[in-house]
Structures are given as C-alpha cells and as structure tokens.
C-alpha cells in the first residue's frame, strides 16, 4: 500500500548517506568547526565582559526553529535560553508553580494579585519589582497582539512587591496565560538605555545566562549569569543555535558538535543507539500535527470533501513509516492521554468511505479515473512545511499517494513557514500546520487561539457555529474537572465540523550526549538552558 512513498524514504536516505561528508561540512560550520568545543572544560571564555572571561564548562544546544529576532514578547528564544523568566512556570506534572512570584490570589477571577520574590534583579542592576514587572507586561501587551489577545488585561498597578491585574472580564485561566515565553519579565529600563532595535537583539532578563552575541537565525552565545538569583549556572557559557534541516542537527550530535540536538531524524536513531557516547530521549511532547483547510476554498468548504480527506489520512503509516513508532495516532486536537483529551478512537485509512463521500458530493471518476465534478477535475493544493520537525515534509506526501489513488489531484506547495503564507494567500485548499496545543497544562488557550478568528493559531480566519458559546462558559470556568468537561464538548463539536484534519502527537526526539547531567527535556518545549545544566 505504501511502496511507492517507502521507496521515496528509501531514496532520501541512501542520498543522505551519499552526501554525508557535505552535510558534516556544514556542521562543522554551524559549530564553529572545533569538535571538542561543546564538552570540554576548564577553557577561558571568548565573550562576554572581564567578569565574564573565567575557566569553566562549554555546551553548544541545537534546535531545529531559527529565529530573526530575540524579542522577548515576540518569540520563544530568550525563555528556551535561559535569558528571561516568567512570574509562574510548569513543573514537571504540568502543574502552574511560583517563579518570579512567589504566590497569587484572586476572589473573583477578574482581580489577580501577585507577590514578586525579593532581592531579584535584571542583568543591568535593576531590581525585580512591581513598577518594572509592570512596565514589562504594558511594553509586551503594546508589542505583541497575540500576547495582548492571551492575557485580556484592562489595567495593571504596581505596589512594592505587589502586582495587580485587572482583566477585562473573568478569566479563571489567567494565571497560566503567564507561563508562555512571551510573558517573559524583562527590564525596559534596559531597553530604553539601549534603544529597541538593540535590545531585541540582546534582551536582559533576569535568567542565569545573558546574551553575549546574537547571529539572527543561527547562533545566540550566551555567558553566565554570575549573579543569578537561584545559584549561579553549572556552565560558564552555552550557544544556542538554530539549524531547520534535520540531516545537519543530527549530524552535529553523532560528530560530537554539539550535546543537546532537538528534532532528531528518525532514520538515524537506529545509528545513534549504537554509540556508546550518545542518548536519545523520546518525550511524549504537547504538540499536535494537523492539517488545515481553508474557508475560504469553494472546494472544502463541502464538508463530505473534507471528511473525505480525513479519512485518506493514514495515520498508522505515519507512525510506523515516517515516525517509526514516536508518535501517536491523533483523535483531537488534545493528546488522548490528557485528562481533557478526546476519548475513543481515531479515522483509520477509508479509502471507500472517502469514494462514496465524493460521490455523494457529486464527484465522478472519468476515463482516466480521475474524479470531477460538471468537467472540471478535482484538484487540491496542500501548503506544506519545507523543513523544520523532519517529519512535516513527508507527511503531505503520504496523502498525496493515498489522494492520487481515489482519483484527486493533491498538488504540494512547499514554505517555510505555511501559517505565514496562508494568511496572506487564498490560492490554497489545506495547510499543514503543527503547535503546541496544551503548552499550559490546559485546553482553553488553544482552542481560543485557533478558532477565534484573528487569533494568534488562526490565520486562516476559522470559525465553527455553535463553538463560542461553549468558549464563553469555558473562559468563565475555574474549576478543573468541569473545565475538562467543558474543553471535550467543544472538541466534539470541533470534530463534527471538522474545519482540521488532526494527524498524530508526535514525540520530541532529542539526542544528548552522555556527558550532560542535570537537565532533561521537558513536553512543554519551554525551559531547555537551565542553570542546573552541567556537563561532565
């Protein structure tokens, strides 16, 4: 069933292998071409201030999403790198703990106080208090529509180590709105000496490493933190870097270029096992594979069209054949071992059911054995992912093959970045998209995000009838079974209407070297430069 996309696999890995030598060339470029630079101690640092230039330990982290900008209320990176902190985070069972704040109450859902830590300050000397926490969250809120549209704040005011949030209407899900990177606590003091342009290359936080150089989508150097509130780092410097092919990151992790390699290719985990010196860590991840179609399209606005598509999804081939078992089969846009998830099972490969939806819809197979409908063939243009997470190109290419066989047309558009593509193109039928869907332990901020038209998961402009009000209530809900509740009755009617095709929850794939102590990946994909990192 699969022979033609197997041998295709195939393929790609023998001229892998063939141009093995002209990706490790790029490797060594990537890391600086110095193959002890990751692991080796007792080396004076490069960067960063006198203070700076001690003896200590080095580590270079590869991730596959580059980054233009480290904008801490625009982007990820500065979390990830340990740069700035949030006042709450997750721990380990995905529960909302302390960080910055030590602790928060509300009476109403609406109010919200926090009490910062004390004895805080950013990497320029500040101190840690309300009046800065505050003049952080307005600079976020006024730079950042999607942070803005998350939070919902009317007003804020700053006492001491008081901070209160007044939001616009009740939200009982406010305080984990606060752990997404883009609510990271930064210093505009800093940023007003520096000028904005600068700062965004070079934010200060309040985190155990500061940013030493910044390469727009290659390399952040970071250094320690000497003062770091929480114990000074176990590693002197780190380089976070970037790299969207796959090929090139594993290899930088197999050549000992770097000790934390994020999105491995799954095709070379069999060679990595074999290396005494490496690990690989398979972590069940919060992230959703999806396709979505666009509403715009008069072809899929058919729901019988999109149902057929759906059930041409072979999402065990997919598993087995391109995840090669790090993954699960998706039901819903929620991991079904969620206590919010979707129960039951998932649209196994139909493709009859799929024949007969078209033929309900109208569609014919011609002589060829193409179907069409009043002459015109049915044809479909799929947005997808040109690299990043390894598995996001092959994907489409799976439903393709099964697409061409019922007789459609599936034509493959490849970007970097589909979501920036379709919400400014309407020449398109379906998207791959891939998020986190329950990065804060919860459903509601996704399903805001992605079906709330102008949201920030939402670029196509979906809307589902009969959704918003099941939203409203949700929104107002602080108790959590009734909000689990709550979340899967929306997700059913999600499903009735189905405005996305949701593939599999893949797993994180991280190679580390086993040199590396202190640090595990997490399934939120946040906290990755710690200062509990070491390395032997």
Same mark, same amino acid.
């Given at each position: 069933?699969?022979?033609?996309?197997?041998?295709?696999?195939?393929?790609?890995?023998?001229?892998?292998?063939?141009?093995?030598?002209?990706?490790?060339?790029?490797?060594?470029?990537? #890391?600086?071409?110095?193959?002890?630079?990751?692991?080796?101690?007792?080396?004076?640092?490069?960067?960063?201030?006198?203070?700076?230039?001690?003896?200590?330990?080095?580590?270079?982290?590869?991730?596959?999403?580059?980054?233009?900008?480290?904008?801490?209320?625009?982007?990820?990176?500065?979390?990830?790198?340990?740069?700035?902190?949030?006042?709450?985070?997750?721990?380990?069972?995905?529960?909302?703990?302390?960080?910055?704040?030590?602790?928060?109450?509300?009476?109403?859902?609406?109010?919200?106080?926090?009490?910062?830590?004390?004895?805080?300050?950013?990497?320029?000397?500040?101190?840690?208090?309300?009046?800065?926490?505050?003049?952080?969250?307005?600079?976020?809120?006024?730079?950042?529509?999607?942070?803005?549209?998350?939070?919902?704040?009317?007003?804020?005011?700053?006492?001491?180590?008081?901070?209160?949030?007044?939001?616009?209407?009740?939200?009982?899900?406010?305080?984990?709105?606060?752990?997404?990177?883009?609510?990271?606590?930064?210093?505009?003091?800093?940023?007003?000496?520096?000028?904005?342009?600068?700062?965004?290359?070079?934010?200060?936080?309040?985190?155990?490493?500061?940013?030493?150089?910044?390469?727009?989508?290659?390399?952040?150097?970071?250094?320690?933190?000497?003062?770091?509130?929480?114990?000074?780092?176990?590693?002197?410097?780190?380089?976070?870097?970037?790299?969207?092919?796959?090929?090139?990151?594993?290899?930088?992790?197999?050549?000992?270029?770097?000790?934390?390699?994020?999105?491995?290719?799954?095709?070379?985990?069999?060679?990595?096992?074999?290396?005494?010196?490496?690990?690989?860590?398979?972590?069940?991840?919060?992230?959703?594979?999806?396709?979505?179609?666009?509403?715009?399209?008069?072809?899929?606005?058919?729901?019988?069209?999109?149902?057929?598509?759906?059930?041409?999804?072979?999402?065990?081939?997919?598993?087995?054949?391109?995840?090669?078992?790090?993954?699960?089969?998706?039901?819903?846009?929620?991991?079904?071992?969620?206590?919010?998830?979707?129960?039951?099972?998932?649209?196994?490969?139909?493709?009859?059911?799929?024949?007969?939806?078209?033929?309900?819809?109208?569609?014919?197979?011609?002589?060829?054995?193409?179907?069409?409908?009043?002459?015109?063939?049915?044809?479909?243009?799929?947005?997808?992912?040109?690299?990043?997470?390894?598995?996001?190109?092959?994907?489409?290419?799976?439903?393709?093959?099964?697409?061409?066989?019922?007789?459609?047309?599936?034509?493959?558009?490849?970007?970097?970045?589909?979501?920036?593509?379709?919400?400014?193109?309407?020449?398109?039928?379906?998207?791959?998209?891939?998020?986190? #869907?329950?990065?804060?332990?919860?459903?509601?901020?996704?399903?805001?995000?992605?079906?709330?038209?102008?949201?920030?998961?939402?670029?196509?402009?979906?809307?589902?009838?009969?959704?918003?009000?099941?939203?409203?209530?949700?929104?107002?809900?602080?108790?959590?079974?009734?909000?689990?509740?709550?979340?899967?009755?929306?997700?059913?009617?999600?499903?009735?209407?189905?405005?996305?095709?949701?593939?599999?929850?893949?797993?994180?794939?991280?190679?580390?070297?086993?040199?590396?102590?202190?640090?595990?990946?997490?399934?939120?994909?946040?906290?990755?430069?710690?200062?509990?990192?070491?390395?032997?």
């Amino acid at each position: 069933m699969y022979d033609s996309v197997k041998r295709k696999g195939g393929t790609q890995r023998r001229l892998s292998a063939i141009s093995a030598i002209i990706v490790l060339c790029a490797v060594l470029m990537l #890391t600086g071409c110095n193959p002890a630079a990751p692991l080796r101690e007792g080396q004076p640092s490069e960067t960063g201030d006198t203070a700076q230039r001690e003896t200590g330990k080095k580590l270079t982290i590869v991730h596959s999403l580059p980054s233009d900008t480290l904008d801490p209320h625009n982007t990820w990176v500065p979390l990830r790198a340990g740069v700035s902190e949030t006042l709450v985070r997750l721990d380990e069972k995905m529960q909302v703990v302390p960080w910055l704040a030590t602790k928060w109450e509300t009476k109403d859902f609406r109010i919200w106080s926090f009490t910062l830590r004390d004895g805080i300050f950013f990497h320029d000397g500040t101190k840690l208090d309300a009046a800065a926490v505050k003049a952080s969250f307005e600079r976020g809120i006024a730079d950042s529509a999607a942070l803005s549209a998350s939070l919902k704040v009317e007003s804020i005011e700053a006492n001491g180590q008081e901070l209160i949030f007044k939001t616009k209407e009740p939200f009982p899900a406010f305080p984990a709105e606060l752990v997404h990177p883009t609510a990271s606590v930064i210093s505009t003091a800093a940023e007003k000496a520096m000028g904005k342009e600068a700062f965004n290359k070079s934010p200060v936080g309040t985190g155990p490493f500061k940013v030493a150089s910044f390469i727009p989508g290659k390399e952040v150097a970071l250094v320690r933190n000497a003062d770091y509130w929480d114990g000074k780092a176990k590693l002197s410097e780190v380089k976070y870097q970037f790299n969207s092919d796959a090929n090139v990151r594993t290899l930088a992790l197999q050549s000992k270029q770097a000790g934390i390699v994020y999105h491995l290719a799954p095709e070379a985990l069999a060679a990595i096992r074999q290396d005494g010196q490496l690990s690989i860590q398979s972590v069940t991840s919060l992230r959703t594979h999806y396709f979505t179609y666009n509403p715009k399209s008069a072809t899929v606005q058919d729901i019988r069209v999109r149902q057929a598509i759906d059930k041409l999804i072979d999402r065990d081939a997919i598993v087995k054949d391109v995840m090669l078992g790090h993954a699960l089969p998706a039901n819903g846009p929620f991991n079904s071992t969620l206590p919010f998830g979707r129960k039951g099972g998932y649209q196994k490969l139909d493709p009859q059911g799929a024949l007969e939806l078209l033929e309900s819809a109208g569609y014919k197979k011609n002589a060829k054995g193409k179907l069409e409908k009043d002459g015109k063939p049915l044809t479909l243009k799929l947005i997808a992912f040109s690299g990043i997470n390894p598995e996001l190109p092959l994907i489409p290419q799976l439903l393709q093959s099964e697409a061409a066989k019922a007789g459609i047309e599936l034509k493959i558009d490849s970007v970097e970045y589909p979501d920036v593509y379709i919400k400014d193109h309407n020449d398109w039928d379906l998207s791959t998209s891939s998020y986190l #869907t329950s990065p804060r332990g919860d459903g509601g901020s996704f399903l805001n995000s992605a079906y709330v038209p102008g949201e920030s998961y939402n670029p196509a402009g979906v809307e589902v009838e009969k959704l918003a009000p099941l939203l409203k209530t949700l929104n107002e809900t602080g108790e959590v079974e009734k909000r689990n509740m709550l979340t899967q009755q929306a997700v059913e009617v999600i499903m009735e209407a189905i405005p996305h095709s949701y593939i599999i929850y893949p797993n994180i794939l991280v190679g580390i070297n086993k040199g590396i102590s202190g640090w595990k990946p997490g399934a939120e994909e946040f906290y990755i430069v710690t200062n509990k990192l070491d390395v032997n």
